[in-house]
């Protein structure tokens, strides 16, 4: 399974998304996760990526390109992945297809989760808040001015790829602003119908490409024309009905002669000769 989680910074695609892995058994590919974890580790890209996501903007195409082509080569995404945060942008939703499709992959799904703006604030302050009590470190996202721009910066380049996926009869939405357990069962109900058409797809398919089965019945003779006859078929023919003419003769006899008509005609006619009937009335007075 090859899913999309789309939905504006806030949304629930994290939460959503380590469901996801533990129901399916599939791996999680979240480019922000990436990219921090390489920030973390001081690598070239962790600090070429460092004060672009400070700044709340968005990672370079060929940058994030080449990061979820190399994870989805690792063998634990075999059996499929989720992307989390990518694609962005319509060109690397474009860019992905080609990946996927040189990798002999395609995605199921694209899950948009509906949000409404201003609750977003609401959650990034509690998630702050809750944070701050486990002593946790704060992402670096985490704050209103940088959400303002985060925020503007999905509506501009990420929210077209919802046309983008619509277009491609990919795109299903769920309500986001939903309890996490209810949004939780609109996925697992999409993806089940999902792949419900998908197997009767493959049926369909299965079934169109089988040859069909030789007719043994007889064609039809066409109205007013004769079926056409091998020669080998009528020799077989002509010959077993030479074959069983002698055994009806001999059941059925000799054929009589036919009686020849008689020529002679009767004493006092000739043969054509009619009687007159003026001259029976002289004969007998």
Known sequence: MRLILLGPPGAGKGTQAQRLVQKHGIVQLST??????????GSAVGLRAKD??????????????????????????????????????????????????????????????????????????????????????????????????????????????????????????VDGMAAILDVASAIDCLLSAGAARAGGSRKAGDNATRKPAKSKAVPPKAAGRKVPVSRASAAKKAKAAAKKAPKKALKKGPKKPPKKASTTAPKGKTAGHKSNPAQRLTKGS
Request: aromatic residues 4%; hydrophobic residues 40%; without cysteine.
């Open 32 to 41: 922000g996760d990436m990219l921090r974890a390489a920030v973390k580790a």
């Open 52 to 173: 672009i996501m400070a700044r709340g903007e968005l990672v370079p195409d060929d940058l994030v390109v080449a990061i979820v082509s190399d994870r989805i080569d690792q063998p634990d995404a075999r059996n499929g992945f989720i992307l989390d945060g990518f694609p962005r942008t319509v060109p690397q939703a474009v860019a992905l297809d080609r990946m996927l499709k040189d990798k002999g992959h395609k995605l199921d799904a694209v899950i948009e989760l509906k949000v409404d703006a201003g609750a977003l604030h609401k959650r990034i302050a509690t998630r702050v808040a809750q944070a701050t009590a486990r002593g946790e470190p704060l992402r670096p996202d985490d704050n209103a001015d940088v959400l303002r721009t985060r925020l503007e910066a999905y509506r501009e380049q990420t929210a077209p790829l919802v046309d983008y996926y619509r277009w491609q009869s990919t795109l299903r939405s």
